[in-house]
């Protein structure tokens, strides 16, 4: 069973820094693109930065310069470290990762299970 475990959420000030950090555990053959998506109250889930296996990234054009997306594949983990955070970067953060659980078999998507992340003075 692949899980996804999100964390380093919490409170921070408008300015402020947090990493995210979402480690993959279980059976797995390869990993895929991995991603950090958002959630705000209200909105429509959206994409906020992916990266391939082999480092390229994409990031939403809200949090370009501001975000930076990293990937350690020897630990089948993905990070997101947030900088100059902004009141309406206030969401439940998920990563998402593309994964391969057998060889042969297609690739699926799975979730983590979302970390919140306020930005409030």
């Known amino acids: 069973q692949v899980q996804l475990v999100d964390s380093g959420g919490g409170l921070v000030q408008p300015g402020g820094s947090l990493r995210l950090s979402c480690a993959t555990s279980g059976s797995i053959f390869n990993i895929y693109a991995m991603g950090w998506y958002r959630q705000a109250p209200g909105k429509q889930r959206e994409l906020v930065a992916t990266?391939?296996?082999?480092?390229?990234?994409n990031y939403a054009i809200s949090v370009k310069g501001r975000f930076t997306i990293s990937r350690d594949n020897a630990k089948n983990t993905v990070y997101l470290q947030m900088n100059s955070l902004k009141p309406e970067d206030t969401a439940v953060y998920y990563c998402n990762a593309e994964i391969r659980v057998v060889f042969g078999r297609a690739p699926s998507e799975y979730w983590g299970q979302g970390t919140q992340v306020t930005v409030s003075s």
């Open positions: 990266i391939t296996r082999g480092g390229s990234t």
